[in-house]
């Protein structure tokens, strides 16, 4: 499990890494669980934030979306993904952003927790 209080924004309208949110668990092969968590607002009001998991680098998968209605707001965020058919060895999970507007800050505590599951 990854832990961090630091704080961190994104402009990109891409997927970006959200600094100080990502693990990395060696596998016997199978399902992989990951949970992320953190709370987020925009500086744009109306603005579309996104979140979502990243498995060794591949496509953002598990993506929860929140309209900013008020800038003055702050988003909790959370995401449970299940991958099948992980090979054994070394993986590592990022959770991942972007906004489709404004900057997106996050704030308080970040947590990635990944597991192996059956």
Known sequence: MNASNASGTTASASYADVTNASDTITTTGGN??????F????SAA???MYAALSL???AEV???VTIETDN?????QCIVYRWS???AGSH???LRWKTSGGTSTAYGGRVILIEEGH
């Not at 709370?39 to 925009?42: D, E, L, T, V």
């Not at 003055?72 to 909790?76: A, D, E, G, I, P």
């Open 85 to 87: 058919g992980v090979s």
């Open 32 to 37: 992989l669980i990951a949970i992320a968590s």
């Open 46 to 48: 109306t603005s579309a």
């Open 39 to 42: 709370c987020q607002s925009n």
């Open 62 to 64: 598990g993506e929860v």
């Open 92 to 94: 590592t999970v990022k």
């Open 56 to 58: 060794d680098g591949a």
């Open 72 to 76: 003055t707001f702050q988003h909790s």
